[in-house]
């Protein structure tokens, strides 16, 4: 007699519009070149929620999916020929998995691979089985990443709520100079890395922009300079903080018609403006326009190599993401409070605890 399958939990969106379920399945076991993972954290993310209200025929990948595209675990079993990590090694998981061989993957630029929708490949919890469950496969030891003595619980989010940020940043720190402003729209999950990361990296004086007090407490709390309420004042008022000139830098995490509306509107001249959130809003650029050679931005994750930087900043301990924790049997309940803008920070659960 052949050995009954080891079943596992996992949070799945199963059909199309309906809400995500708690559960079994079979436990994947690692093929030729993959690994399998004991998931330790998994982050909760406003894309999953952008993903399960696509109408069916905007779904680029079957259902049933296990969500979860933020990942860490401990290393459970190791695939044929894989090398550089053991049994037990605790690891994050990078999330935009690419080809591995086009011009941007040779560079560590998954995010941008070249060839990823020709060849079907799609990150974990946005295509390919997700980190919302007991155990889940790595495809691609390139896309561990070791975490050492960090906390998988704080770490997680910043396989995305961290890299993220940290990637739309970067681009922008030569005009982050001294005297300079930026601007962060929406201090959530992402939002609220963004400014701890601007206040690193940066000199900038940073203004944090929210709906709610509470979140704007928060974004206080992480090291904003300034928090202003998000309304139809909000531009306005980033204009008279910086005596009428504007930002040389904002960052909307948000991306919703009306964020991208104040976004072009707290720009300076010479500014970035960076559309990071999925919200469906988009910015009109033309002379006269947007201010004198503003540059408009929509960039996706971040590269490996960013994301062993930003888990070095984590190390360095100028990082502290704010994260509330949860059993997976609770995440279903989790999605519906982060839909309702319940979550102040990161919604992570644990899969195993």
Not at 15 to 28: D, F, H, I, K, L
Not at 78 to 98: I, K, N, Q
Not at 166 to 174: D, F, G, Q, R
Not at 204 to 220: F, G, N, Q, S, W
Request: a negative charge.
């Amino acid at each position: 007699m052949s050995a009954q399958p080891v079943q596992m939990k996992a949070v799945q969106y199963r059909a199309v519009g309906a809400a995500p379920e708690v559960v079994t399945v079979e436990r994947p076991e690692p093929g030729p070149g993959q690994v399998l993972l004991k998931v330790t954290a998994a982050g909760v993310c406003h894309s999953d929620i952008a993903v399960m209200s696509w109408p069916a025929e905007a779904l680029p990948f079957p259902l049933p999916l296990t969500l979860g595209h933020e990942g860490a675990g401990t290393v459970a079993a190791l695939g044929e020929g894989v090398t550089g990590f053991e049994v037990g090694d605790s690891v994050a998981v990078y999330g935009p998995w690419g080809c591995g061989s086009c011009l941007m993957c040779a560079q560590g630029k998954e995010n941008y691979c070249l060839r990823a929708a020709e060849l079907g490949i799609r990150p974990p919890g946005l295509g390919a089985p997700g980190a919302l469950a007991e155990y889940m496969i790595v495809d691609d030891p390139r896309h561990l990443v070791p975490l050492g003595d960090l906390d998988p619980v704080t770490a997680v989010p910043l396989t995305d709520a961290g890299l993220t940020p940290y990637h739309a940043i970067k681009t922008s720190l030569p005009k982050l100079t001294p005297g300079s402003t930026a601007v962060v729209i929406g201090t959530g999950g992402l939002g609220h890395v963004a400014i701890q990361l601007l206040r690193a990296l940066t000199p900038a004086r940073v203004i944090a922009l929210d709906v709610t007090e509470e979140k704007l407490d928060l974004a206080r709390k992480v090291g904003a300079h300034e928090a202003v309420l998000s309304d139809a004042d909000a531009a306005a008022k980033v204009r008279e903080l910086t005596g009428g000139l504007g930002a040389q830098a904002v960052f909307d995490f948000v991306g919703a018609p009306p964020t991208v509306a104040t976004a072009s509107a707290c720009a300076g001249v010479e500014a970035d403006v960076t559309i990071v959130g999925i919200g469906g809003g988009a910015a009109p650029v033309g002379f006269g326009v947007v201010p004198y050679d503003a540059a408009f931005r929509a960039p996706y994750w971040g590269s490996r190599a960013e994301l062993i930087e930003v888990l070095d900043l984590a190390r360095s301990g100028v990082l502290d993401v704010h994260v509330e924790t949860y059993g997976l049997d609770q995440a279903p309940e989790v999605y519906e409070r982060l839909h309702a803008g319940r979550i102040n920070g990161r919604a992570v659960i644990l899969p195993n605890g």
